[in-house]
């Protein structure tokens, strides 16, 4: 792949892709390897809050994101049992205020997004069915031996785990944190537009919210479908994320909620289901020429929707750092962790508090109530500030309006 140095990443998920096609600009070749033989990203939906677009419209994706998202009509907060609405976010003012819109997409068509960004960016190299067998560091080079057909031998200046919340790459670093079980599990299905209840409104985000467990909703697919995912208290953790759910259990979780979420909870008959396990980000994330980005270095329970941002945003900076410490990776590496931690940390905690929130019962959940309804949009918009006005550096470019966020 010519003279320029080599970048290894580790797994071709979202943060993998994202970092590929955003160091690819810093004067690195970047060889992904993947153990999968086909990239084929799970049936659901994922969120792009405005932070994530400003990244992926850095890296010229903008045109091709919009053409396959949705900008939902609005985000509804409910109460999940009396039905009642606690408050309505107008995602209009997302472009009005941070300069980028709120989106959701399938989460198929983002990664066939990177995926064909990354087939057609020089330098960037992709290898399915291959995971690392060995590694060996010499010389300020590291000769990584890939299992696979190929069985392939590459030398890199550093390599990049991108391989999810139980990341092998986490493991050549000492002291790395574990993933951690929550105790809540993540159920996941989609329904067909012509099976939908009519009772539900298909045209933006729905948020409901019940004494140990929350429901959100929203269009994917083009429109053709809507994606639903319900969060429930439930003491099991198994690896996978396309373990069948049985559709009577969930069905039962949510038989006191209101008739609405019912109907939702009871259209569809095939449910998968995923342990949600978290990786604490006060924990270390490099060593030496190696780092991790995405959930291998902070995976974080969903409650507001930016695990995927998080680590499109580590892609930007991981970018920034290397070009701001040419010659030098493990140095890049290190300034990267430093940039990245306190925000994230931040917004760990942040979604922490926010699943406590969302499941809370008893006079928590009725000052809740209160409070959304009292001052719902204004206090909602408000809170999340720090987290959507987030721009990038340099390496990818910041394509905000110059009269955007003005308040």
């Known amino acids: 792949m010519g003279e320029r140095p080599t970048l290894l990443i580790v797994g071709a998920g979202i943060a993998g892709l994202s970092a ?14 993947e153990r999968a033989t086909e990239l084929t990203e799970l049936g659901a939906g994922i969120q792009l809050s405005p932070n994530a677009g400003r990244v992926l419209a850095g890296l010229g994706l903008d045109n091709a994101i919009a053409e396959a998202a949705i900008e939902p009509v609005s985000i509804d907060i409910r109460n999940g049992t009396s039905g009642t609405l606690l408050a309505s976010l107008p995602v209009r003012e997302f472009r009005h205020r941070y300069g980028f819109p709120y989106r959701v997409i399938h989460r198929a068509d983002l990664q066939s997004i990177l995926v064909n960004a990354v087939r057609q960016t020089h330098g960037v190299s992709l290898i399915l069915g291959a995971t690392v067998a060995d590694v060996l560091h010499r010389d300020d080079l590291y000769f990584v031996k890939l299992k696979g057909d190929r069985g392939e031998v590459i030398t890199a200046l550093g390599i990049v785990g991108a391989d999810g919340v139980r990341s092998a790459t986490r493991h050549r670093i000492d002291g790395a944190r574990s993933p951690t ?4 599990t993540a159920w996941r299905t989609m329904i067909p537009l012509d099976n939908a209840p009519t009772s539900l409104p298909v045209g933006g ?6 004494p140990g467990a929350h429901l959100v ?27 069948p759910g049985d559709y009577r259990w969930i069905a039962e979780r949510f038989n006191t909620w209101t008739a609405d979420v019912r109907a939702i909870v009871t259209a569809p008959t095939g449910w998968q289901k995923w342990a949600i396990n978290t990786v604490d980000p006060e924990g270390p994330w490099s060593q030496e020429a190696t780092t991790l980005i995405g959930d291998a270095a902070h995976a974080m329970v969903p409650f507001l929707a930016q695990g995927a941002a998080m680590a499109i945003e580590d892609a930007a900076d991981l970018a920034d750092c290397l070009s701001t410490h040419p010659g030098n990776v493990a140095s890049a590496f290190a300034a990267y962790e430093a940039v990245r931690r306190p925000r994230v940390t931040r917004l760990w905690n942040a979604a922490k508090r926010a699943g406590e929130r969302y499941h809370a ?19 909602t918009m408000t809170q999340n500030d720090w987290i959507y006005r987030w721009r990038p550096g340099p390496t990818i470019g910041d394509t905000t309006p110059t009269d955007a966020g003005r308040l």
């Open 20 to 33: 590929a096609l955003a160091v690819a600009r810093t004067g690195f070749n970047v060889v992904v390897c």
């Open 181 to 184: 079980p929550t105790g809540r």
């Open 205 to 210: 985000v729905g948020l409901w919210l019940g």
């Open 217 to 243: 909703h929203y269009p994917t697919a083009g429109g053709a479908a809507v994606n639903v995912v319900a969060i429930v208290e439930e003491d099991w953790d198994k690896p996978g994320w396309n373990t």
């Open 361 to 379: 019962t008893g006079t928590t959940a009725l000052l809740r109530n209160l409070a959304l309804r009292a001052v719902g949009t204004r206090l």
